[in-house]
């Protein structure tokens, strides 16, 4: 079983397959390592891919103390896995959580990314919720403190945009929501306190966003109602990104639409790698209704 040493000596399980240009997959708070099963047997056809377990999941390390656990930790480890792999650059994935990690990794690692998707990403970012976000983080890390996560599980995987993948998929949602229920009680309410309540929120970034060179694909379910106004907002301010809306979708994008999501990035990924992925055109000019002249 192959891991990566991170910076701080913590071990991150890793899985690679396939070869090619490189893709990464990071996972959301709800999943791991096995979250991307449907991209890691669609995507190693053309490139090597590497999805792992964030720490704090299984069997990668579990840190005990809360301060272990941070934002820039998060996308630093993104780092660490590529280069225990021996990449140099990758294109990123990640879905909620993991779309927070991979933002962050384009922001603070610039220079070894050659695009990202951030998928479902934009809880707690809303301005009006961020306390709201904070607190009821808190709860829901509680909540696997007491009640453990084969208790919580049921509870946590029908949340509001949940739902749409169990209505969609019951098969492939009771196998998240049993997966789920196997995380381990003290690294999911240290990953909660530790990542999720104390991230900045994207618009507080709006000046680092609006300078990222990186090729950024946005995706959003239009039934994931937290994640659709920053997905507008990150699709305005970044110079050089998409905005893919899925319709009757919620949070669980690759997993409830896993041929559309494969399909949108397989193009993204053809078009940045074929230089044709830029900054919007200038002439879109976003206050102009009519041409009249």
């Known amino acids: ?17 396939g070869r090619g240009t490189p893709i990464v997959f990071v996972h959301e708070f709800g999943g791991s390592h096995w979250s991307w099963e449907p991209q890691m047997n669609f995507f ?7 999805t792992y377990a964030a720490r704090g999941y299984a069997p990668s390390d579990i840190p005990e103390d809360v301060s272990a656990y941070s934002q820039a930790r998060a996308a630093d480890d993104i780092v660490d896995v590529m280069s225990a792999n021996g990449i140099d650059k990758a294109h990123l994935v990640g879905l909620s959580m993991g779309g927070f990690a991979v933002l962050h990794a384009g922001l603070r690692h610039p220079d070894r990314i050659l695009s990202i998707t951030a998928a479902g990403a934009g809880y707690g970012a809303e301005k009006a919720h961020e306390d709201y976000f904070k607190g009821i983080s808190d709860q829901v890390a509680t909540n696997f403190e007491t009640k453990g996560a084969k208790n919580f599980a049921p509870t946590y995987a029908e949340g509001a945009s949940r739902v749409q993948f169990q209505d969609k998929d019951p098969r492939g949602w009771q196998l998240f929501a049993e997966r789920l229920g196997q995380h381990s009680d003290r690294g999911a309410a240290n990953t909660m306190r530790g990542v999720q309540m104390q991230r900045p929120s994207l618009y507080d970034l709006e000046a680092e966003f609006k300078a990222m060179k990186t090729p950024l694909l946005v995706m959003v379910g239009d039934e994931d109602d937290h994640c659709l106004q920053p997905g507008i907002f990150l699709k ?3 110079p050089a990104s998409g905005l893919a809306v899925f319709p ?11 041929a559309l999501f494969n399909q949108l990035l397989a193009e993204f990924i053809a078009q940045v790698e074929a230089g044709r992925w830029g900054p919007r055109d200038p002439r879109a000019n976003p206050a102009q209704i009519m041409r009249t002249e």
């Open 1 to 17: 079983m192959p891991f990566a040493t991170a910076s701080d000596g913590v071990k991150l399980h890793y899985e690679a397959a």
């Open 44 to 50: 190693t056809r053309r490139h090597l891919c590497v």
């Open 236 to 238: 305005k301010t970044v």
């Open 248 to 258: 009757k979708s919620g949070h669980t994008l690759n997993l409830e639409e896993p």
